[in-house]
């Protein structure tokens, strides 16, 4: 953990650029449409097990007081793990629960005011589906870009996908670490071979299976190869 942060002069708190660009090879972001009864808790533990290296809480329709409950009950096992907890759009519950940070997209809580609110030792992470945007979000102060959909998926059905082209150009555009989302999977994974991207932000691929770490070890071992890592977390 040390060395990501010596390398690192915009170092904030234990999550240095480095660090941030290392936990972006498994980005699990949860959905409970998928758990099929089972815990969240769970669910998130089996994921992490199976080596996920990030966890979004994504709970669009529920209250920022649930939302913080549900986080804070999920903190001490991502810290245990040594990997982030980011809330989803909800700067308010990041706030509260102690998580990592938030992922907020253009039209959600503005960069600024996220880092106004949650501080200097945060993750911010920003939306993007073109150059532009991802250059903008960088220069509000964003520490990591989302990028998609890049395939059809059923968690955002009316999602436009953004070209693998333009992937690979805001890779270039950028320094700051960037994981792909949107119809990610054992299928898909390697397409994105060769773009630059740092990771792939998974719902279903990791949720929705019978047996959440068996998946997600999968999910790591083909995300290791597409994006030539060491399996570190």
Do not use: N
Not at 67 to 73: H, S, Y
Not at 124 to 145: N, Q
Not at 193 to 206: N, P
Request: hydrophobic share 45%.
């Amino acid at each position: 953990m040390e060395r990501f942060a010596a390398q690192d002069p915009r170092r904030r708190g234990m999550w240095s650029r480095e660090r941030i660009r290392a936990s972006m090879l498994i980005y699990a972001v949860t959905d409970r449409s998928w758990l099929a009864g089972r815990t969240l808790e769970a669910c998130v533990l089996q994921a992490i097990e199976g080596g996920a290296t990030c966890v979004q809480l994504r709970e669009k329709d529920r209250p920022t007081a649930e939302v913080a409950a549900i986080a804070e009950r999920l903190v001490p096992c991502c810290r245990a793990h040594g990997i982030p907890l980011i809330i989803d759009d909800d700067v308010e519950a990041a706030a509260r629960s102690g998580a990592d940070g938030v992922h907020v997209g253009q039209t959600d809580t503005a960069c600024r005011e996220a880092r106004a609110r949650l501080g200097d030792d945060a993750i911010i992470g920003v939306s993007a589906r073109t150059v532009a945007e991802a250059l903008a979000a960088e220069e509000a102060g964003a520490d990591y870009l989302g990028v998609g959909a890049m395939f059809s998926t059923q968690t955002k059905a009316d999602a436009t996908p953004v070209t693998r082209e333009t992937l690979s150009g805001i890779c270039r555009a950028v320094s700051i670490p960037v994981t792909a989302i949107g119809g990610l999977s054992e299928r898909t994974i390697p397409l994105l071979f060769g773009t630059g991207a740092d990771g792939a932000a998974i719902v279903s691929a990791i949720f929705a299976a019978a047996d959440i770490e068996a998946a997600t070890r999968a999910l790591r071992m083909c995300a290791v190869r597409a994006f030539h890592r060491d399996g570190m977390k």
